[in-house]
Structures are given as structure tokens and as C-alpha cells.
């Protein structure tokens, strides 16, 4: 089988062709994927009716599948979880954010599936961190270094939205008492291509560490402007069937929250990563 990749843009993304993600991959194949991974960031991948046990043996070919600790999940395949607007609460993905980085060790990627979706909207961008990071003058790539920044699951988690029921705030009760806030780089060096990127966003980040309060405001204020100008970026118009596999580690996305009243279904599989450095 041979991979038809088709770049995007020069900061990131690609459309794959010639690979059924339903089917075992062999070595090769799942070099060759991991390879593109690499090198685009975030691959597309059309007509990929998966059901959420493909989808998780897809994404487990890349390493130990998360279970989140607030959104709902498939029975029986509790590694995919439920992105349904018509069950929960998902603001939360209307803004810039890196999966997960309140882990100790944040998502290496993920592997989102389009199910149901609006006749228009609920578009989602992406954006490179790396490509930002390059574009960084020497002296604030220079100020950046050696800095560390707080990430907390409250922030994009907060009580008001997701403990509306005595159930859903022990549940968000348990997810903090389990994931205390982390500190992680400002840039993070990518473990396999040894890229630096920047490991800020929006979502999770509340401040950098080593700043005054009003020092470390304006510094992300900064730096999320800067991570999403449009030339870092990719925008994706989802079609059902649709599959995004995205490298967690170097980029940060954004699910365009435009449809209300209509609905939009996506199964994500979250593919556990290594502690930043």
C-alpha cells in the first residue's frame, strides 16, 4: 500500500490517501504514517467510517490510550470519548488548546472522528507551534528559555458549566482531586524531532511561574495572540467520516463553536505522551 500525501500549507497539515484506518497496520505502514506525523503535524484522512473500536486499535498503534476524566465515553470502549454538543457542555473546545497538558505527561496526539455534524460550521482549526516559535525574535526566544508555566484543568473546566448536577460535581470534584495543576516548559522540544516549540495555551494555561502576576498576564497575552496568527494555521471543513490525527506535542486547535441549535458529533481517542522538556 502506498501513502498519497498532499501538504496544506507550508505551517502544517495534509491530506492522506491510500490507507484504510479500519485495517491492522504493519510496520511499514505505521512508519509511514508516524513519519507524515512528524513532518505535517496533522493529517486528514477522508471516508474513514470507523466504529470506536478501529478507531482506538488505529490510535494504539502510537502508544497508551488516555481515559478523560470528565467527558463522557463509548460503553465498553471507555479510550474514545464522546464530543456530542446535544449531551455536554463543549465551550471548552471553542478556544486555542493543546489537549490535556494538566497531565504530568500531556497527550502525545489524538485521533478525532467526524460522526454527525452541521450542514455548515464546526469547522476546526489547527496551529503549528513550532512554526510560532520560529518566527519569535532571538530576544524573546531568548527570554522564553529555561521559563515554566502553571497548566490547571479548572481553567477550561470550571465548575459553573460542569458540576450542574450533584453527580457531575463529584465528578469534577474527583478529576481535581486526581489532577492537581503541572508545571511544563514555555517551550517544549519536541522528543523526536528535537523541534522547539511553544507549550502555552489558552485552554489550561494559567501563568508563567517565574513572572509577577502582571508581567506573566501580559507575556501569555503575548504569546497566544502570536501562536494563532493566520499564517500558523490550517482551517478544516469536516465532512462525515472525516479522521484528524494530530501531533498534541507542537500544536494547538481550535473547534469553531458557530452551528447552535444544530448538532455535532465527534469520537476522539487520546494518545497518552512523555513529560515535557
Do not use: C
Amino acid at each position: 500500500m502506498t501513502l498519497h500525501i498532499t501538504p496544506l500549507s507550508p505551517a502544517l497539515g495534509a491530506v492522506v490517501e491510500g490507507l484504510d484506518l479500519s485495517k491492522p497496520l504493519d510496520a511499514a505502514l505505521r512508519e509511514a504514517v508516524e513519519s507524515a506525523l512528524l513532518t505535517h503535524q496533522v493529517l486528514f484522512f477522508r471516508d474513514q467510517p470507523l466504529n470506536p473500536q478501529q478507531q482506538a486499535a488505529f490510535a494504539r498503534n502510537f502508544g497508551d490510550l488516555h481515559i478523560h476524566p470528565i467527558y463522557p465515553n463509548i460503553p465498553g470502549q471507555p479510550e474514545v470519548l464522546v464530543l456530542d454538543t446535544a449531551v455536554t457542555d463543549v465551550r471548552d473546545n471553542a478556544l486555542w488548546h493543546t489537549d490535556v497538558t494538566f497531565l504530568e505527561t500531556p497527550a502525545l496526539g489524538a485521533v478525532l472522528a467526524a460522526k454527525q455534524l452541521p450542514p455548515y460550521g464546526g469547522d476546526t482549526l489547527w496551529a503549528s507551534s513550532s512554526a510560532a516559535y520560529d518566527a519569535l525574535s532571538k530576544p524573546i526566544q531568548k527570554l522564553l528559555e529555561g521559563l515554566t508555566a502553571t497548566h490547571d484543568l479548572s481553567r477550561s473546566f470550571p465548575e459553573e458549566r460542569f458540576s450542574l448536577t450533584a453527580e457531575e460535581h463529584e465528578r469534577l470534584e474527583d478529576a481535581k482531586r486526581k489532577h492537581p495543576p503541572r508545571s511544563h516548559p514555555v517551550v517544549r522540544t519536541h522528543p523526536v524531532t528535537g523541534r522547539k516549540g511553544l507549550f502555552v495555551n489558552e485552554g489550561f494555561t494559567t501563568r508563567i511561574n517565574e513572572l509577577s502576576a502582571a508581567e506573566s498576564d501580559a507575556l501569555l497575552r503575548l504569546l497566544f495572540a502570536h501562536a494563532t496568527r493566520p499564517e500558523f494555521t490550517i482551517r478544516w471543513r469536516w465532512q462525515v467520516g472525516d479522521v484528524a490525527f494530530w501531533d498534541n506535542r507542537i500544536t494547538q486547535h481550535f473547534a469553531v463553536d458557530d452551528y447552535r441549535p444544530q448538532r455535532r458529533v465527534m469520537h476522539r481517542a487520546t494518545i497518552l505522551g512523555d513529560r515535557p522538556y
